[in-house]
């Protein structure tokens, strides 16, 4: 069975997907940037900006029935390469010694104002 979830608390979502699909024992969790309730770019503190995109991964999958600690595949997407390093500082204090898999690549976003952007696969089964 395939479920698609959007979280409550999210704006409404402008593009056409889901923030979240759950097919059998994972929940594949979209891209996520560091978005506030109202819909709006957060833009400051590149840490912040992580903190602030790594809540709503975990946002959305708690909407899924899922948990951060259930990831199994991370890809990050940053804006350039010298924000790799501090990128790396707050991905390490929220994953912890026992991080999951993660590939972080360099990217031209659609949007002048993102400079962080994640999507992750979570292993729900038992």
């Known amino acids: 069975m395939i479920e ?16 979240a699909t759950k097919a059998g024992d994972f929940v594949f969790v979209s891209g996520q940037v560091p978005t506030t309730a109202d819909g709006s770019i957060y ?7 992580v903190n602030q995109t790594l809540d709503n991964v975990e946002a959305v999958l708690a ?18 390469g010298t924000l790799f390093a501090p990128f790396n500082e707050v991905y390490a204090r929220r994953f912890g ?14 949007r002048g104002d993102v400079r962080v952007e994640v999507e992750c696969i979570a292993y729900v089964g038992d």
């Open 4 to 19: 698609r979830f959007h979280p409550a608390s999210f704006a409404p979502v402008t593009v056409p997907l889901s923030h």
């Open 43 to 49: 833009i400051g503190d590149f840490e912040a900006e």
């Open 63 to 80: 909407a899924a029935g899922a948990r951060a600690d259930q990831i199994v595949k991370v890809n990050a997407f940053l804006s350039n």
């Open 97 to 110: 010694a026992a991080p999951p898999a993660r590939t972080t690549v360099v990217v031209g976003f659609g």
